[in-house]
């Protein structure tokens, strides 16, 4: 079974920065494309970043997000710099078993975290 648990989000003020993790367990993520996702209240869910045979941004966050993965932890990691106030939302890691995929849809994705909160306050 597929299990991904995010962890590492908070409350934080404008100009600060996090970093998400996503445990995997029960696939290896070196072998997958792995994506971010978040939702704020009221809009639907969006892409953020993926990384697999391909590195994407989305334009809202290219140049303060850095996707990046440990294998040897299986570990998927969101590093996020200057933090908005409209970067608030519920953050959530995916899992898609082929690697060389976009990775934006968020039908390309199989497994998904619970999610993180993060909240910017300017």
């Known amino acids: 079974q597929v299990q991904l648990r995010e962890s590492g989000g908070g409350s934080v003020q404008a100009g600060s920065s996090l970093r998400l993790s996503c445990l995997v367990s029960g696939r290896a993520i070196s072998g997958s494309t792995m994506g971010w996702f978040r939702q704020a209240p009221g809009k639907e869910r969006e892409f953020v970043a993926t990384?697999?045979?391909?590195?994407e941004y989305a334009d809202s966050v290219r140049g303060r997000f850095t996707i990046s993965r440990d294998n040897a932890k299986n570990t998927l990691y969101l590093q996020m710099n200057n933090l908005k106030p409209e970067d608030t939302a519920v953050y959530y890691c995916?899992?898609?078993?082929?690697?060389?995929?976009?990775?934006?849809?968020?039908?390309?994705?199989?497994?998904w975290g619970q999610g993180t909160q993060v909240t910017v306050s300017s």
């Open positions: 990384t697999g045979g391909f590195t």
């Open positions: 995916a899992s898609c078993p082929i690697r060389y995929v976009n990775g934006v849809a968020a039908a390309e994705y199989d497994y």
